[in-house]
């Protein structure tokens, strides 16, 4: 693939749905074997909620979201989390102003579109807290007073499993916060060489003072347009049922089989059923159907559940990680 390939910028009179998946088609391009974790990206943005990325070094984490990023109307702010790092450098702080006298409140990198928590397990409680509030409500407060965050909000965060030394597991509290937990996995032979050819080429250009400029493809109207789409995109009542059976199922999962009963310590939690819904809409419209279908609510319930639910030392003795528990017991729940 050639690194001198534009995003290309599409007409106003296209339907915002095709605006999308001319969307999907650059961020695949830029982001080589990665296919599920774009669309799940894209599912997130069109769901209005919050991603964190987690995977080993080198796997284009940040990567893709820069990329995103550039393709999408908006500011954009990345934060390297490190272990010194302040509440007061995330969210802003007061000075005072010797000019009026009087204190103002300076801005933080919280104060985007999109923001990128780099490493976000490599700061300290008292800094991933001061997220809460921002993710959740859509505000900072710093001395008392609050300040509103931009309509169109999204924090996307990274983070590496393997490194355990000098990080701060994030608490369930901030990981409810995030809609989407996303992993992502090395890339197969074929995409690996891809991804040599890609780079080779971006390097080049930039070397020869070609480097490829993209140029924004979806802006904050289409965006709004399109998540509105996404909520009138129609759930049938029996889909419904299952939907929450399935949030239901990791709260009482011996229900569906007594060996069940201590893989885990707790289940989703009431917003795992509104991220459920919410994604599997998105998934449905962002493949081009105005109906959701079981398979949409499947597509999407590791990533809104996996970090929802509490492992219990005999699961994680017996080997079992998340994904494989809700595999284990979301085959349980019947398929309408």
């Given at each position: 693939m050639s690194a001198d390939i534009q995003a290309v910028s599409v007409s106003p009179a296209e339907p915002v749905q095709q605006k999308f998946e001319q969307l999907r088609?650059?961020?695949?391009?830029?982001v080589v074997g990665q296919g599920a974790l774009v669309e799940q990206l894209l599912v997130a943005l069109l769901s209005d909620g919050h991603v964190l990325l987690e995977g080993p070094p080198g796997l284009a984490k940040t990567r893709i979201i820069s990329v995103l990023s550039q393709l999408l109307e908006g500011s954009f702010q990345r934060i390297q989390f490190t272990p010194d790092l302040l509440p007061a450098?995330?969210?802003?702080?007061?000075?005072?102003?010797?000019g009026d006298?009087?204190?103002?409140?300076?801005?933080?990198?919280?104060?985007?579109?999109?923001?990128?928590?780099?490493?976000?397990?490599?700061a300290p409680a008292k800094v991933q807290s001061a997220l809460l509030e921002a993710m959740a409500e859509r505000q900072v407060t710093v001395a008392g007073c609050s300040y509103p965050l931009e309509s169109f909000f999204m924090v996307m965060a990274t983070q590496?499993?393997?490194?355990?030394?000098?990080?701060?597991?994030?608490?369930?509290a901030q990981l409810d916060r995030f809609m989407l937990h996303l992993?992502?996995?090395?890339?197969?032979?074929?995409?690996?060489?891809?991804?040599?050819?890609?780079?080779?080429?971006?390097?080049?250009?930039?070397l020869a003072g070609k480097q490829a400029v993209r140029q924004v493809q979806l802006n904050a109207a289409d965006l709004m347009a399109a998540r509105q789409e996404v909520l009138s995109v129609y759930m049938a009542e029996h889909l419904e049922d299952y939907l929450i059976s399935l949030v239901l199922a990791t709260r009482n999962p011996e229900n569906y089989d007594p060996q069940f009963?201590?893989?885990?310590?707790?289940?989703?939690?009431?917003?795992?059923?509104?991220?459920?819904?919410?994604?599997?809409?998105?998934?449905?419209?962002?493949n081009g159907n105005d109906f959701v279908a079981p398979e949409d609510i499947q597509a999407?319930?590791?990533?809104?559940?996996?970090?929802?639910?509490?492992?219990?030392?005999?699961?994680?003795?017996?080997?079992?990680?998340?994904?494989?528990v809700l595999c284990a017991l979301l085959s349980q729940v019947a398929v309408p």
């Open positions: 088609a650059s961020l695949e391009g830029a450098d995330v969210t802003g702080s007061e000075f005072f102003n010797t006298s009087r204190f103002e409140f300076r801005q933080g990198p919280l104060f985007n579109n999109l923001v990128l928590a780099d490493e976000i397990n490599r590496n499993p393997i490194e355990q030394e000098g990080t701060y597991p994030l608490p369930e992993r992502v996995d090395y890339p197969q032979f074929a995409d690996e060489k891809a991804i040599l050819k890609l780079v080779r080429g971006e390097q080049q250009a930039e009963k201590d893989l885990l310590l707790y289940g989703a939690s009431p917003r795992a059923t509104l991220a459920l819904d919410r994604a599997a809409r998105a998934h449905a419209w962002l999407v319930s590791h990533a809104v559940l996996r970090h929802r639910i509490g492992l219990s030392y005999s699961a994680e003795a017996a080997g079992m990680d998340a994904d494989a």
